[in-house]
């Protein structure tokens, strides 16, 4: 099984800065893509930012130039550095994380979800 703690959310003024973590854990073989989404009441989840084993990564428009995701592989720990904060950034900030584990001697895929971490910017 594998887990993911999320953490960093909490409440920033506008114009403020917050950074989210999620760590992986459990029986690992290797972590494809790794990945933020957010969920605002009332709408539906939607991608933030993701980065691929390679480095890749790819944004949200309303991410780019304000947020940055990165990857620690050693730590198998994906973190949102997210600045300028607005107020329309509130949302749950989920983790979404892509592992590859070994079952009966073959590799197969599976998707993950953290628990979500709650980001309020106020005006």
């Known amino acids: 099984q594998v887990q993911l703690v999320e953490s960093g959310g909490g409440l920033v003024q506008a114009g403020g800065s917050l950074r989210l973590s999620c760590a992986a854990s459990?029986?690992?073989?290797?972590?494809?893509?790794m990945g933020w989404y957010r969920q605002a009441p009332g709408k539906q989840r939607e991608l933030v930012a993701v980065v691929t084993s390679g480095g890749t990564t790819n944004y949200a428009e309303y991410a780019n130039g304000r947020f940055t995701i990165s990857r620690d592989n050693a730590k198998n720990t994906v973190y949102l550095q997210m600045n300028s904060l607005k107020p329309e950034d509130t949302a749950i900030y989920y983790c979404?994380?892509?592992?590859?584990?070994?079952?009966?001697?073959?590799?197969?895929?599976?998707?993950?979800w953290g628990q979500g971490t709650q980001v309020t910017v106020s005006s």
């Open positions: 459990g029986t690992i073989f290797s972590i494809n893509d």
């Open positions: 979404a994380v892509k592992v590859n584990t070994v079952f009966m001697g073959r590799i197969r895929e599976n998707d993950y």
